[in-house]
């Protein structure tokens, strides 16, 4: 078994976030009005699956390591588990990245609460009476120093 965990660290007073991932999904981030998905600069993986020799022994692209990010008044963060990326329809389509962004975009100015409602029942559409198999955990934040 593993776990893949997602932590950040914002410092309120100048915006800058730092974050750092063991195997997460990639974290939506609304800056100048447009939602994108950051860019891994490592992979890292999941904790748990290897022990510390082993985790010693990887490639330095496969290590965690810390992620910054400026944020400026209004720009959001939106970071999420797999859940919601691979919630798959009577098809065997996946709700997948593009759909993700779409429902960001369709709510840009809301707030969280509203953000994570909007990309639930995106999800609920998409997949409709499919029974869910995994977690759709998300949170969602907008910087207001």
């Known amino acids: 078994m593993f776990v893949t965990v997602w932590l950040g660290i914002l410092e309120i007073s100048s915006g800058k976030l730092t974050f750092a991932d063991a195997g997460h999904e990639r974290m939506a981030l609304l800056q100048g009005g447009e939602w994108k998905l950051m860019e891994k600069v490592h992979t890292g993986f999941g904790l748990g699956l290897f022990d510390h020799e082993e985790a010693l022994m990887l490639p330095e692209r496969c290590r965690i390591v810390d992620q910054e990010v400026v944020l400026k008044p209004r720009d959001a963060i939106f970071q999420y ?35 994570i409602e909007n990309v639930h029942s995106a999800i609920h559409d998409f997949v409709k009476d499919e029974p869910q198999f995994d977690d759709t955990t998300m949170l969602g934040m907008i910087y207001k120093p």
């Open 81 to 115: 588990t797999d859940g919601v990326t691979e919630a798959t329809n009577s098809d065997k389509e996946l709700f997948h990245e593009d759909r993700l962004l779409d429902a960001l975009k369709s709510s840009s100015s809301a707030s969280p609460k509203i953000l």
